[in-house]
């Protein structure tokens, strides 16, 4: 097995780094890809809000009509939930192999997309409940699909762990040259909007940039990352 020599930085003892595969980097790529996906299914899954607000059976009706897209929706969210952990585990090792063995940045770059992964779980949580049941309305009580329309249409837009992970991850860049600082940009820019999305009130606005830097810096780690 090959293996590296990182140079250490203030304080920091060298160590000899093996050679490894890149196959959670494209892991990275499919949680990605997934999430954007996703993200798109969840549009197609929304009730006409203009014409049926204060209407829980209109909602319903609406919704009867995009059971096919609930379903997708479910089918990509569930395996975006999945792959996830993945990258984030491979992420934390390459963040740790570069950084002193005090830095908490690996851990906590993981564990803003574990919760990402938890969003998209709950998110898809009450799907067997009411998707399966869209085939035949009349079973369900209308406010509570109109409140399933409302939680697919929210929380798995809830990204803002991987505003977290990217400002991690930028800071591994740039304070110990963990990564390619390009990465480090990237993370800057994508992850600091998703953050700053997520933090807001319209915290839902972060699944617009959240899957992008996934999947951005997923696809460097893959293709660009070279040491």
Known sequence: ???????????QTRRSVP??????????????????????????????WENTQGDAAAMLADAAGKQSSFL?????????????????????????????????????????LVLVSVALLLGSGLDTQFSLALSDP???????????????????????????????????????SATPRWIGAVSVVLGGLTLIAGLSPLQYMAGFTGPVWLLVVALGFALGDRR
């Open 72 to 112: 997708v929706f479910h089918l990509l969210a569930a395996a975006c939930a999945v792959v996830i952990p993945v990258f984030a585990a491979g992420l934390k090792r390459r963040i740790d192999q570069r950084t002193p063995d005090a830095s908490l940045l690996g851990t906590v770059a993981a564990w803003g």
């Open 1 to 11: 097995m090959s293996s590296t020599t990182v140079e250490p930085s203030a304080g």
């Open 138 to 176: 009349d079973v369900l009580v209308p406010e509570s699909a109109a409140f399933y329309t409302d939680w697919v249409a929210t929380i798995p837009w809830l990204w803002l762990g991987a505003g977290l992970s990217g400002i991690a991850l930028a800071v591994a860049a740039f304070r110990h």
């Open 19 to 48: 050679g490894t595969s890149r196959a959670w980097a494209w892991t990275g790529v499919a949680a990605g890809a997934l999430g954007l996906a996703t993200i798109q299914a969840s549009l197609a899954a929304s009730v006409d």
